[in-house]
């Protein structure tokens, strides 16, 4: 029987493949919608997961989110530098970091930062060390430059015509562990290089306070700055030379960490509470007034539940796609049966019993639909693969593409819906008399 | 070995006044060999197609030693016709993909009869046809062989009666006469009770009794041993 199934499938292996196909690309529509979305839900929701409380200027919450979570260019409006400070000398707070943007370099965002936030975000580095001075920088994973290259920050993004930066020189002093959130693209460098770069000082006593309360941080520096940095201290000595009307910032500069009310104006605050309770009563507090402080897991929530709407087209438009591939089944089936109707009229009228007819027909259809369907979970997997890896290389944000259970109940419907058509056929072999088949 | 007794058949097809197959009375004896003439429309096929088990009627009796299988269930009487009755047709219904003794078993395969000794006695039945290749692919056969292999397959579960309808009209004059002269042999070796529709003179000559169908009635019986005919 199964001899002659798969002579059978040989013969016609032409009609067999387009009903395999046909089968696959449905089943692969299906699946890679609902992979593609589970992936996106999933990487962003991680991506998300590391940052527990954002503070911005008031404005929309999913903006400031999709700005500082997934670091997506924005004018944000700004809120008050004191904030920080403030943040930063809460005893619920376990560290507060600003986040500056606006600049780039070969399309990966520069963000400034602090130390706290170098340290923290990945939970430390792959190689070399965190920035010390205004003129180093430290870059995510995922960003394809080495350790000591340059980088020169241009304003906006290339694609917007924006101006590159001459004030400042970055040089690469580390590279972070891979977070799978958007950060791995990121250039991260001390804010206060990017307030400098962009005339917006803090007030002198700010930097001479720092002198003290840093000064081992910046002799650390120092220690390990060997032949290297005093090349490219060099090196950004010339560049500025070159251009002295734009004001000369020295790349060697100690880092301010010291957060004043004259700090200037801030984007976003990325603050890590110490317990769920403080996280939740920082967010009731900065609620009120000139800040939205959210929690950007239930942002996307939000987010997600407004996109459900959108994956339920999706998805119904898959369905309708499912339903189109299922009636032109039917069709070829129909035709295909009446195309067989001699050979089964032969079989019985040989002496073959129904039940082997129908046993016939139907495992033969099923087998054609059960490897499109197997075809077009593969098929499916591989295309929300291949798609979450290319957005993952434009966001940097991992798309982790994963079968879930209810993926299983998916390969069950759609198989239930095989054996049921499968069985159609069946059922019309089975209900011809074998002289009107072969008289066909 | 099978007698056919039919008492009161009338077969009438939707749409014609007329019935296709009206027979009072027809006995064939078992062991006898008789051939079935008649032009085309006459309702030869219809009587292969009745007697066969291939069609249902609703009005007479077609008894196989005494198994009326007008009153049989489609499942049952494909049951009988798988047991009892070999089947050669014009057009050999082989199953390409498939080799000589593969087509041989196919039937019995799948209707899980295909025994050790039913394996054994399709071999043999190949080489009795004068094939010698029971491997070969049946779309690599020549027409007069394919109507061999068509023969063995008939043959194999020895059945009481070997019905062939038209078995040499797609062949040329010299295979069709080899293919004549095989099922005779045949059925006269096995001891089988033979029908035979065919335009073919020579062959109908050569058997005991021919029957001559006209507008869907016996026109004409011709017994050469002791027949009944109405």
Same mark, same amino acid.
């Given at each position: 029987?199964?001899?002659?199934?798969?002579?059978?499938?040989?013969?016609?292996?032409?009609?067999?493949?387009?009903?395999?196909?046909?089968?696959?690309?449905?089943?692969?529509?299906?699946?890679?919608?609902?992979?593609?979305?589970?992936?996106?839900?999933? $990487?962003? @929701?991680?991506?998300?997961? *590391?940052?527990?409380?954002?503070?911005?200027?008031?404005?929309?919450?999913?903006?400031?989110?999709?700005?500082?979570?997934?670091?997506?260019?924005?004018?944000?409006?700004?809120?008050?530098?004191?904030?920080?400070?403030?943040? @930063?000398?809460?005893?619920?707070?376990?560290?507060?970091?600003?986040?500056?943007?606006?600049?780039?370099?070969?399309?990966?965002?520069?963000?400034?930062?602090?130390?706290?936030?170098?340290?923290?975000?990945?939970?430390?580095?792959?190689?070399?060390?965190?920035?010390?001075?205004?003129?180093?920088?430290?870059?995510?994973?995922?960003?394809?430059?080495?350790?000591?290259?340059?980088?020169?920050?241009?304003? $906006?993004?290339?694609?917007?015509?924006?101006?590159?930066?001459?004030?400042?020189?970055?040089?690469?002093?580390?590279?972070?562990?891979?977070?799978?959130?958007?950060?791995?693209?990121?250039?991260?460098?001390?804010?206060?290089?990017?307030?400098?770069?962009?005339?917006?000082?803090?007030?002198?006593?700010?930097?001479?306070?720092?002198?003290?309360?840093?000064?081992?941080?910046?002799?650390?520096?120092?220690?390990?700055?060997?032949?290297?940095?005093?090349?490219?201290?060099?090196?950004?000595?010339?560049?500025?030379?070159?251009?002295?009307?734009?004001?000369?910032?020295?790349?060697?500069?100690?880092?301010?960490?010291?957060?004043?009310?004259?700090?200037?104006?801030?984007?976003?605050?990325?603050? *890590?509470?110490?317990?769920?309770?403080?996280?939740? *009563?920082?967010?009731?507090?900065?609620?009120?007034?000139?800040?939205?402080?959210?929690?950007?897991?239930?942002?996307?929530?939000?987010?997600?539940?407004?996109?459900?709407?959108?994956?339920?087209?999706?998805?119904?438009?898959?369905?309708?796609?499912?339903?189109?591939?299922?009636?032109?089944?039917?069709?070829?089936?129909?035709?295909?049966?009446?195309?067989?109707?001699?050979?089964?009229?032969?079989?019985?009228?040989?002496?073959?019993?129904?039940?082997?007819?129908?046993?016939?027909?139907?495992?033969?259809?099923?087998?054609?639909?059960?490897?499109?369907?197997?075809?077009?979970?593969?098929?499916?997997?591989?295309?929300?693969?291949?798609?979450?890896?290319?957005?993952?290389?434009?966001?940097?944000?991992?798309?982790?593409?994963?079968?879930?259970?209810?993926? @299983?109940?998916?390969?069950?419907? /759609?198989?239930?819906?095989?054996?049921?058509?499968?069985?159609?056929?069946?059922?019309?072999?089975?209900?011809?008399?074998?002289?009107?088949?072969?008289?066909? | 070995?099978?007698?056919?007794?039919?008492?009161?058949?009338?077969?009438?097809?939707?749409?014609?006044?007329?019935?296709?197959?009206?027979?009072?009375?027809?006995?064939?004896?078992?062991?006898?060999?008789?051939?079935?003439?008649?032009?085309?429309?006459?309702?030869?096929?219809?009587?292969?197609?009745?007697?066969?088990?291939?069609?249902?009627?609703?009005?007479?009796?077609?008894?196989?030693?005494?198994?009326?299988?007008?009153?049989?269930?489609?499942?049952?009487?494909?049951?009988?016709?798988?047991?009892?009755?070999?089947?050669?047709?014009?057009?050999?219904?082989?199953?390409?993909?498939?080799?000589?003794?593969?087509?041989?078993?196919?039937?019995?395969?799948?209707?899980?009869?295909?025994?050790?000794?039913?394996?054994?006695?399709?071999?043999?039945? /190949?080489?009795?046809?004068?094939?010698?290749?029971?491997?070969? *692919?049946?779309?690599?056969?020549?027409?007069?062989?394919?109507?061999?292999?068509?023969?063995?397959?008939?043959?194999?579960?020895?059945?009481?009666?070997?019905?062939?309808?038209?078995?040499?009209?797609?062949?040329?004059?010299?295979?069709?006469?080899?293919?004549?002269?095989?099922?005779?042999?045949?059925?006269?070796?096995?001891?089988?009770?033979?029908?035979?529709?065919?335009?073919?003179?020579?062959?109908?000559?050569?058997?005991?009794?021919?029957?001559?169908?006209?507008?869907?009635?016996?026109?004409?019986?011709?017994?050469?041993?002791?027949?009944?005919?109405?």
């Amino acid at each position: 029987m199964i001899r002659f199934i798969l002579s059978d499938l040989r013969r016609l292996w032409a009609g067999s493949l387009v009903v395999v196909l046909l089968v696959a690309l449905a089943t692969a529509l299906g699946v890679s919608v609902v992979l593609q979305e589970r992936a996106l839900r999933l $990487g962003s @929701a991680r991506a998300a997961d *590391k940052f527990d409380l954002v503070i911005g200027a008031g404005g929309s919450e999913t903006q400031l989110v999709l700005s500082s979570v997934f670091l997506q260019p924005s004018p944000l409006p700004l809120m008050r530098g004191e904030v920080l400070g403030k943040l @930063a000398a809460d005893p619920r707070v376990d560290w507060a970091a600003p986040i500056g943007f606006g600049d780039s370099f070969s399309g990966y965002p520069i963000v400034g930062t602090t130390t706290m936030l170098a340290q923290n975000l990945s939970g430390g580095l792959i190689e070399g060390k965190i920035f010390a001075r205004e003129g180093e920088a430290v870059i995510g994973s995922a960003v394809k430059l080495s350790l000591g290259g340059e980088i020169k920050p241009m304003h $906006g993004l290339p694609e917007e015509g924006g101006e590159t930066h001459i004030e400042l020189v970055y040089h690469i002093a580390g590279r972070l562990r891979p977070t799978g959130t958007a950060w791995d693209r990121a250039i991260l460098v001390p804010i206060q290089a990017v307030w400098h770069i962009h005339g917006l000082a803090a007030e002198e006593h700010a930097e001479e306070g720092a002198e003290s309360e840093h000064e081992h941080e910046h002799e650390a520096a120092s220690g390990t700055g060997t032949a290297e940095h005093g090349h490219e201290h060099e090196e950004a000595g010339e560049h500025h030379d070159g251009h002295e009307h734009h004001g000369k910032l020295d790349p060697d500069a100690a880092l301010d960490e010291s957060w004043t009310a004259d700090a200037p104006g801030l984007p976003a605050i990325l603050v *890590k509470p110490k317990t769920i309770a403080d996280a939740y *009563k920082l967010r009731q507090e900065y609620r009120s007034g000139n800040t939205v402080a959210v929690f950007p897991g239930e942002v996307l929530t939000n987010l997600y539940a407004t996109l459900g709407d959108a994956k339920q087209i999706l998805v119904a438009v898959a369905s309708g796609a499912q339903a189109l591939v299922a009636a032109s089944l039917v069709l070829v089936t129909v035709i295909h049966i009446g195309q067989r109707r001699r050979q089964i009229g032969a079989l019985r009228a040989f002496g073959a019993p129904r039940g082997a007819i129908f046993g016939i027909v139907w495992l033969e259809f099923f087998f054609l639909v059960a490897v499109g369907i197997g075809l077009g979970f593969a098929l499916g997997y591989a295309a929300a693969l291949l798609l979450s890896d290319m957005f993952s290389e434009t966001s940097g944000i991992t798309m982790p593409v994963v079968f879930a259970r209810e993926d @299983a109940g998916l390969a069950a419907v /759609l198989l239930a819906f095989a054996t049921v058509l499968a069985a159609l056929p069946a059922v019309l072999a089975y209900r011809q008399s074998p002289a009107q088949a072969l008289r066909a | 070995m099978l007698a056919l007794n039919i008492e009161n058949l009338s077969v009438v097809f939707p749409g014609l006044s007329s019935p296709a197959l009206a027979i009072g009375h027809l006995s064939i004896a078992a062991g006898s060999r008789v051939a079935i003439t008649g032009a085309s429309g006459s309702g030869k096929s219809t009587f292969v197609n009745i007697v066969a088990g291939l069609e249902r009627t609703r009005q007479g009796r077609i008894r196989w030693n005494g198994e009326d299988i007008a009153g049989f269930s489609e499942s049952r009487r494909d049951r009988f016709r798988a047991a009892n009755i070999g089947l050669v047709m014009q057009e050999f219904h082989l199953f390409p993909g498939l080799s000589a003794l593969e087509n041989v078993l196919l039937p019995a395969r799948l209707a899980g009869a295909a025994t050790a000794d039913i394996i054994e006695r399709a071999h043999a039945l /190949l080489s009795t046809v004068g094939l010698s290749r029971p491997g070969q *692919k049946i779309e690599t056969m020549s027409r007069g062989e394919m109507q061999r292999v068509a023969i063995g397959r008939a043959l194999l579960r020895k059945p009481g009666v070997i019905i062939a309808d038209e078995p040499t009209a797609s062949l040329d004059a010299e295979s069709g006469e080899a293919v004549g002269d095989l099922i005779l042999d045949l059925a006269i070796a096995e001891g089988s009770t033979l029908i035979v529709v065919s335009h073919d003179q020579r062959l109908a000559s050569r058997l005991d009794r021919c029957i001559t169908f006209g507008s869907g009635r016996i026109s004409e019986d011709s017994t050469a041993t002791a027949g009944e005919a109405a």
